[in-house]
Nanobody
């Protein structure tokens, strides 16, 4: 059973960095493609980044490419999102998700979700 818990969110200033982590306490993370999504107030949940089972293939939304890096450690049942050069428009609740297709940007392709962690970037 996949049980995802995100951590690492917080309040930072524009230009700062944050590192989000997602732990699968069910210890099945190695069986799934993983993704990060975010949802800002009044907006739909949107794709941020994804990674395949082995970690050798990744995908990014255009708005974060070059600033965010996704990684995974299957031995530790963890997927991380390193976020650099943060902008106020990155403010959102960030969710990690597990699914079968690493190259999907669609929320319904991911079967399991964490509860989210708030990231707030002040200008």
């Amino acid at each position: 059973q996949v049980q995802l818990v995100e951590s690492g969110g917080g309040l930072v200033q524009a230009g700062d960095s944050l590192r989000l982590s997602c732990l699968d306490s069910g210890r099945t993370l190695s069986h799934y493609a993983m993704g990060w999504f975010r949802q800002a107030p009044g907006k739909e949940r949107e794709f941020v980044s994804s990674i395949n089972l082995s970690g050798c293939a990744t995908s990014y939304a255009g708005s974060v490419k070059g600033r965010f890096t996704i990684s995974r450690d299957n031995a530790k049942n963890t997927v991380c999102l390193q976020m650099n050069s943060l902008k106020p428009e990155d403010t959102a609740v960030y969710y990690c998700a597990a699914g079968s297709r690493w190259d999907s940007i669609l929320t319904h392709e991911y079967a399991y979700w964490g509860q989210g962690t708030q990231v707030t970037v002040s200008s």
